[in-house]
Structure formats: C-alpha cells, structure tokens
C-alpha cells in the first residue's frame, strides 16, 4: 500500500506555512488512495471489515451524502468510510442490518475516528440510528487551535502532507447501489487522507 511520505523531523508550519492558495495546491502532486478498499453492503462484508477495524487504535473517518440540488432538497449520508493501517472500508450506510456494526464503531473508547467537519457527520449519522460517539477527533478544530484558519481535508492535505487531494467524484450520486471506480477511489482517498492527517498532527504534537 502506498502511504504518504511524512518527515519525521517536521516542525509544525510557520506563519507563512499557515495558508496556501489554490493555486500552491494546483502546483502540489495529486494522491489517492492506492491501497485494499472493501465496499461493505451487507452481512457478508461485515466480518472482514470488523476484524479489521476493531483491531486498530486509530481510524480516518468521513461519510459521503447524495448532493441536494433544489431548495428545501436534503438527504441523509449514503456512505461511512473507515480507513485502517491496510485498507479502507466504505459502509453502505442505508443498509439497515449495517448499523449496530457502526454504533459498535462510533462508540468504542479504544478507537479513535480522526475527521474534518465530524460533528456533521456524526448529527447526519444520527438521523440514521442512535448512538453515543466516543474517542472521536475533528482535525479541522485541531487546526483552527494551532492558528490555521484553512481547516478542510484538502487544504490541511497541502498544508501538512505536501499533497493534493482530487475532488472530481465530490457531487455524484452516492446512494446509486453500484459505485463507480472514480467515487471508490474519491471515498476511500478522503477516509485516508484523515488517518493520515492525524498520524502528521502526531509527529508533530499537535494532538
């Protein structure tokens, strides 16, 4: 699996390293994902995915939602991603037999979910079914305690992995039950890109 290259040595970034522009990002090479992706549609996908998330001690989360284009339009999330240390599992979140395995996730203590804009995700989640999150980070407040004013996942991606995280699948229809190779891809590189952001805010003790 390819992984992002990290210096270990990094300090956190200067004032000047704070903000980039677009036009910095469009400069940046672009990274997804490249690793082992599961698409967990129901029970006979669960096990594998269980054993390995909750095996870990960490875990990149995001949920992708079917955009709205009219007014007063709204759905709920379609899809919750989990990305481990070997592969990224993308829940069909609709699929109700699917939940308890999620609300196991969303509330154990012992992993932590690392995300942008979670308190989203999980009030979305919550439409869905109940459950009480635990040990759960948003790396946007993270960044927004340590002066950076540029907290989404693409943004701290160029900040702090050098890299430039593509948004080509972000409007597509995510509740359609068969998914493409570009929204695979789209899903699994932002659940990663999370991990990977907080394993970054690790070295350079920001968390």
């Given amino acids: 699996m390819r992984r ?3 210096d270990l040595t990094a300090v956190p970034p200067s004032e000047s390293g704070k903000r980039i522009s677009r036009e910095e990002i469009g400069e940046l090479p672009i990274r997804r994902y490249e690793g082992s992706v599961h698409i967990v549609a129901g029970h006979r996908d669960l096990q594998h995915a269980m054993q390995d998330i909750l095996q870990e001690s960490v ?6 939602t079917r955009p709205a284009f009219r007014s007063g339009e709204s759905y709920l999330p379609s899809l919750a991603q989990f990305a481990t240390a070997s592969a990224v599992h993308i829940f069909q979140v609709q699929q109700q037999g699917l939940f308890g395995a999620m ?3 969303l509330s154990s203590e012992k992993i932590t979910k690392v995300g942008v804009s979670v308190t989203d995700d999980i009030g979305n989640l919550k439409q869905l079914f109940e459950f009480d999150e635990r040990s759960v980070v948003d790396l946007g407040k993270v960044a927004k305690r340590h002066g950076l004013k540029q907290t989404g996942v693409r943004n701290l991606a160029g900040i702090f ?4 995280i593509p948004k080509g699948a972000k409007t597509t229809n995510w509740a359609a039950p068969r998914l493409t190779p570009q929204q695979i891809a789209y899903a699994a590189t932002d659940a990663w890109a999370c ?3 907080y394993l970054r805010f690790k070295e350079l003790k920001m968390v």
């Fill in 59 to 64: 875990v990149g989360f995001d949920t992708e």
């Fill in 103 to 105: 609300r196991e996730i």
């Fill in 195 to 197: 991990r990977e952001l």
């Fill in 4 to 6: 992002m290259n990290r």
């Fill in 161 to 164: 992995l050098g890299a430039r």
